[in-house]
Structure formats: C-alpha cells, structure tokens
C-alpha cells in the first residue's frame, strides 16, 4: 500500500461520514445510552455504516474495529499487522450539546503505530491529515496548509484540556507548571490544537479509547510532536486484551520537562 495514494480517499470518506453526521445533527435527534453510559446516537450509526462500507470497497482486505461495533477477541486481532481503527464520531457529548466540537476519525495503524490518520471536523468544514513520509496538514475550503507543532512553549504555558472530563490530577499537574491559559475543548480536536501550534501540550489523566486517540495522534507526530504514555513510551495500540489507553501526555513544545511535572502532579 501507498500511504500517500490513501490520503485523498480517507479524506473523502471522512468527509462522506461528515455530511451524514450533520443530517442527523439539523434534526431533533434521540439520545440513547450504550452499557457503559457514553451517548449514542443516529448520527454515530450513520458515519459507521458509511465508514465501514467505503473502507471494505477501498481495502477489502484490511480489517476494521470500529466503536460502534464489537471488538474482536485479542486472539484475533493480535495477529493484526496492520488494520483501520475508527471512532465514526468522536466526541458525541458535544454533539449532543450543539456546540460543534466532534470529529469523524479514521487511522491506520501498522505495528501498533498509527501511520495514517485523519480528524475531520463536520460543522468546521475542516480537515486534519497526518501521514508517514507526507507530514501533517490542514485541509479547509481556502486551500491545504502544512501544519506544525510550536518550538517552544508560551508564558503563559497554554494547555488544552477536555471540555467535558477534568479531574484533581490534571488540576494537580496545572499548580506544578505555574501560570497558564487553559483551553477547554472537546473531543481529538485538542490532539489538533496541538499539532498545529494553537497549544504547547494536552495532558490526558482520565479514560479514553484507543479509536479515540489513533488518528489524532498520527497528525500529532507527523507534525513533529509526541503522543507519550506517563513513563515515556509512544502510545501504542492493540497490545493487549481491552482497548483502554493508560494516561497520556500530547507535547508540542519540547522545552520543558512535561512528565517530570506530571509525575510530580500525581
């Protein structure tokens, strides 16, 4: 496979998935509750569908796991070499709430990497790419822009942080690091903040997914920042039996010790 000859059909499909979110979202919608309690609604159903149908005609021979459908046994999906993770609608509390801040998310992953990824943004008309051997990008109606981590941290430090999870570790980590401007944001758009230097660093001390971080985390890296586990290691995927993450930090600037002061925070 040519990871950059799937840079425009991901795009586009992601897009698709997009234009079938917000059908759903001009509407008065229902909300129903999955078994862990997250929101579910027709909107995440009808990106899947459109999702899974375009990456069977793209790759038919690249397995699939997607949130909105049963994970496969580890037994199985540990011989995966290289299979699509997907989160057709990333952030569904705050497509709930209307305020516009949810993705559609699609990822590559190859050796518990994720080398392709793209976050479209459906009510921004905005789309992150990130791609091994391309680098990150920003697509909008104007034109493609390259997209690159900030050099050094601001002062203020700016953090982003989760609009709908926050808890006393992160408040923690906040005291360490001193003077900030925190910027509340919803789903893997705070990955793309990020990436394009909007925001110094994320730091996640709470539950996520792995279909949650996957794409955003590829634009991250090919945008020449880091996606680290607590103890230093890249965040990684399908490497064990649950698909939860560890905590994790989102560096752009490198100037400074971020998991000291983690560490220090906890």
């Known amino acids: 496979m040519n990871l950059k000859e799937m840079i425009n059909p991901i795009v586009d499909l992601a897009i698709a998935a997009g234009h079938a979110i917000l ?18 609604t027709q909107a995440d159903l009808a990106s899947h569908r459109c999702i899974m149908a375009g990456l069977k005609a793209l790759t038919p021979d690249i397995p699939v796991i997607s949130e909105e459908e049963g994970l496969p046994e ?9 299979y699509w993770l997907i989160d057709p609608l990333d952030g569904t509390k705050e497509f709930v709430n209307r305020n516009g ?18 976050v479209h ?17 920003l697509r909008t109606a104007d034109g493609t822009t390259a997209i690159r981590v900030s050099d050094s941290s601001r002062n ?4 982003v942080g989760s609009r709908s999870h926050r808890g006393a ?13 925190m910027v509340p944001m919803g ?13 110094d660093i994320y730091p996640r001390l709470g539950p996520t997914s792995e279909w949650d971080t996957a794409a955003a985390q590829a634009v991250v890296e090919q945008a020449g920042g880091q996606v680290l586990e607590l103890d230093g290691k890249p965040l990684s995927y399908n490497q064990k039996e649950d698909i939860l993450n560890p905590f994790f930090v989102v560096i752009g600037a490198t100037d ?3 998991l000291a002061l983690l560490a220090n925070g906890e």
């Open 23 to 40: 059908e759903v979202y001009a509407t008065d919608f229902d909300v129903q509750e999955k078994g862990d309690q997250s929101p579910l």
């Open 169 to 181: 570790s992160l408040d923690a980590f906040l005291d360490k690091v001193g003077e900030t401007d």
């Open 256 to 258: 400074r010790d971020w």
């Open 101 to 118: 801040e949810f993705t559609v998310n699609i990822a590559l992953i190859d050796g518990g990497r994720p080398l392709l990824g793209v």
């Open 74 to 82: 580890f037994a199985e999906r540990r011989q995966w070499q290289r």
């Open 187 to 199: 789903s893997s758009l705070k990955f793309c903040v990020v990436a394009e230097g909007g925001a």
């Open 121 to 137: 943004v459906p009510v921004q008309e905005k789309t992150y790419v990130g791609c091994e051997g391309h680098g990150s990008e």
């Open 156 to 159: 203020p430090v700016r953090i």
